[in-house]
């Protein structure tokens, strides 16, 4: 099974100000999951992390040497033995990690488990803090036993081993489109400057494919996918009426895309209309009032993590040009299987969501490349540097897959519509052979 199909992600921060290289390897991801006291992260390229405790206060210092902080957050409190998290450039080339325990708690630097998932994705499990009288010093403590999580394989079009993603798509899956893999070889080659996440998956046979899955992008409009399911969670329990109106607050009104933002503050618009214009048209103010009326961005995070979400996040409001929201093939994949198999919102809600994901106006990435007679329900996204696309597919023969890709790209260079159309093209194309309609 991927590592990627790990659930990572609450805060952290940056508390220096550093010139920082302008291309460096970058941490991408992490998460602290207070229930189980275990800390997440990814990473751009592969890393050996440098781990130690310290004393006066107790910290588990984490040091990542190659790697750079790409997005700076500020600290977060967990729970009453774990004081705070933070994260920060350490120098020009390290990355460091600092969780600091409450006075009063310590930590047995031997039963601190350092998890090697893959050479990109890494697990620090910590015990349970221990109360102690004092402040008792010690001398700094390396922490240098590493466990290799078993049967974890680097993400590779070429790896040609099969992987399970049942557990985690809660489906079953079969084996990789290796036929196709060539092809795939082929369109990456062609396309140098374009660095591709992509994955794919068949819902009836479990036939999948991935390509790098699991890398983080930024999530650009993408990120309005999981929020439109949040909203109709909510809707399904009660918390909000489809009835309602909202008022467009002028903290809220953002550019870029959309229309709302030419309105006059104060504007009233109807809880439909705002969420039909956040997907059909990817209105940034609509998606911005959206979020705010969920409870806000800690709220809506909250959510990602519950469903297993472990590389979307959102760090900024609307519109995040910065690409500081992120996300990964893998979780808009998981986040619409669960959506195809109603495991999130009811028949009804997805229904409505599917309808609205139908109705979207940007149709030059993964829509291009489907052959006659097939529906798509996709959300884009497009930030100048970074286009994705995620969406489920219903093809004429019958059979439904689900779509991922994200594309880092020169600024703005249209060649990279080029690119996907050609990858959703192979694809399709493979689903349509006779072969595969059998298979199901």
């Known amino acids: 099974m991927t590592p990627k199909l790990r659930w990572l992600l609450p805060s952290l921060i940056s508390v220096l100000s550093i010139a920082l290289p302008v291309k460096a390897d970058t941490l991408t991801s992490w998460h602290f999951d207070a229930n189980q006291n275990q800390l997440n992260l990814t990473t751009d390229s592969g890393v050996q992390p440098q781990v130690q405790l310290i004393a006066n206060p107790t910290r588990l210092v984490i040091d990542l040497p190659g790697i750079v902080l790409e997005y700076p957050e500020t600290p977060q409190s967990y729970n009453s033995a774990i004081q705070q998290i933070r994260i920060g450039q350490f120098d020009r080339e390290t990355t460091r990690l600092v969780i600091q325990l409450t006075p009063g708690y310590q930590l047995d630097p031997q ?27 010690f001398p700094p403590t390396a922490i240098t036993q590493v466990e290799q999580k078993p049967r974890q394989v680097s993400p590779t079009v070429a790896s040609g081993i099969s992987r399970n993603y049942g557990a985690d798509l809660e489906m079953r899956t ?17 396309y140098r400057s374009l660095s591709a996440g992509m994955f794919f998956l068949d819902l009836d046979t479990g036939e999948y494919l991935d390509v790098k899955g699991d890398r983080v992008f930024p999530a650009a409009s993408t ?19 489809l009835d309602e109106t909202l008022v467009m607050k002028r903290d809220l009104v953002a550019s870029g895309s959309g229309t709302m933002q030419d309105e006059p503050d104060n504007t009233r618009f109807s809880i439909k209309e705002t969420v039909d214009k956040m997907i059909t048209i990817s209105d940034n103010t609509a998606t911005n009032m959206i979020i705010e009326r969920l409870g806000g961005i800690a709220k809506v995070n909250e959510r990602f993590r519950s469903w297993g979400l472990t590389d979307t996040r959102i760090r900024n409001w609307l519109g995040d040009f ?5 996300t990964s093939s893998v979780d808009m994949v998981k986040l619409l299987a669960m959506l195809s198999r109603e495991k999130l919102i009811s028949e009804s809600s997805r229904e409505q969501a599917l309808e609205l994901l139908r109705r979207t106006t940007t149709r030059t990435l993964l829509p291009s490349g489907l052959g006659a007679g097939a529906v798509i329900a996709d959300k884009t996204g497009d930030i100048g540097f970074v286009v994705g ?12 897959y689900l779509a991922a890709i994200f594309v880092k790209r020169p600024y703005n260079d249209p060649i990279v519509r080029d690119f996907v159309r050609r990858i959703s093209r192979i694809v399709y194309n493979y689903l349509d052979q006779p072969a595969a309609k059998a298979s199901n």
Do not use: C, H
């Open 322 to 326: 910065q690409g500081t929201n992120t």
């Open 223 to 241: 990120i309005k996918l999981p929020i439109l399911i949040a909203f109709y969670q909510d809707v399904d329990a009660g918390k909000v009426s």
């Open 389 to 400: 696309d995620a969406g489920i597919i219903d093809m004429p023969n019958g059979k439904r």
């Open 174 to 190: 079969g084996l990789e489109m290796s036929a196709i893999k060539p092809q795939i070889e082929s369109a990456i080659a062609q």
């Open 111 to 137: 039963k601190v488990r350092v998890i090697r998932e893959s050479a990109t994705r890494w697990s620090f499990q910590l015990p349970n803090p221990e109360q102690i009288a004092g402040n008792e010093s």
